[in-house]
């Protein structure tokens, strides 16, 4: 069975601080992994996957298959990051379904 | 273009009422989601249609919840009888193809079942 875990429900950070939201996965097989965003009154979007290897609004994430993660990273934090953040995975194989963490609200603190 | 289409926005029932759900995808997509999102909880995947043909249902509670997608576009997803624990968002959303990365959401119809 595949899990996504967001150790953090909030996470609150100082505008221009760097910023680590954390993500954990357990999958038997080599996944696809995805962070998606929802910003206030907006719609859940796609922010960064994993095999495109690209920095999006300044953010990065790493896959670290010995550890299981794929934290997202920003080194300064700006007020409109504002947002809830979900972590998702993907199997490669089968109907390729995504489950999603339990997601982590993150506040900037102006 | 136009981004997926949810109605209702905000439906409230009481417990043992039906309720549906509709969703129009972005043109073109194959691909279809209805996801559950129980306050708290990240998005549960609850059916995936490809063009008319169902894909994955295993987590749809098939003895209350039902969907279809008869033309292969636009999508309905029904609940009856409803339950209080069916209070939730429910999204829908769609990809270009099976297996494509990228999944559009629609905005989401919260449910709030007394």
């Known amino acids: 069975a595949q899990r996504v875990t967001q150790p953090e429900k909030l996470l609150s950070v100082f505008k221009g601080a760097p910023v680590e939201l954390k993500c954990n996965y357990s999958?038997?097989?080599?996944?696809?992994l995805f962070w998606y965003v929802q910003y206030s009154r907006q719609r859940l979007q796609l922010l960064l996957r994993?095999?495109s290897r690209e920095s999006i609004k300044g953010f990065t994430a790493d896959l670290n298959k010995g550890e299981t993660s794929f934290h997202l990273k920003k080194p300064f934090a700006q007020e409109e990051d504002s947002a809830m953040y979900y972590c998702?995975?993907?199997?490669?194989?089968?109907?390729?379904?995504?489950?999603f963490g339990t997601g982590t609200r993150l506040t900037i603190i102006p | 273009e136009a981004g997926v289409a949810q109605s209702p926005r905000y439906k409230i029932i009481e417990k043992r009422q039906s309720v549906a759900f509709w969703c129009n995808p972005i043109?073109?997509?194959?691909?279809l989601y209805w996801y559950q999102q129980i306050l708290g909880q990240g998005p549960k995947l609850l059916i995936q249609?490809?063009?008319?043909?169902?894909?994955?249902d295993s987590q749809l509670p098939k003895d209350r919840f039902s969907a279809e997608r008869l033309k292969g576009v636009d999508s309905t997803l029904k609940i009856q009888p409803a339950k209080l624990e069916d209070s939730a968002v429910y999204l829908c959303?769609?990809?270009?193809?099976?297996?494509?990365?990228?999944?559009?959401f629609g905005p989401g119809t919260r449910l709030t079942v007394l």
């Open positions: 959303a769609s990809s270009y193809s099976f297996g494509d990365n990228e999944q559009f």
């Open positions: 999958y038997s097989g080599s996944p696809e």
């Open positions: 994993h095999i």
């Open positions: 998702a995975l993907r199997s490669n194989f089968g109907n390729e379904k995504l489950t």
């Open positions: 043109s073109g997509h194959a691909t």
């Open positions: 249609f490809q063009n008319n043909g169902v894909v994955d």
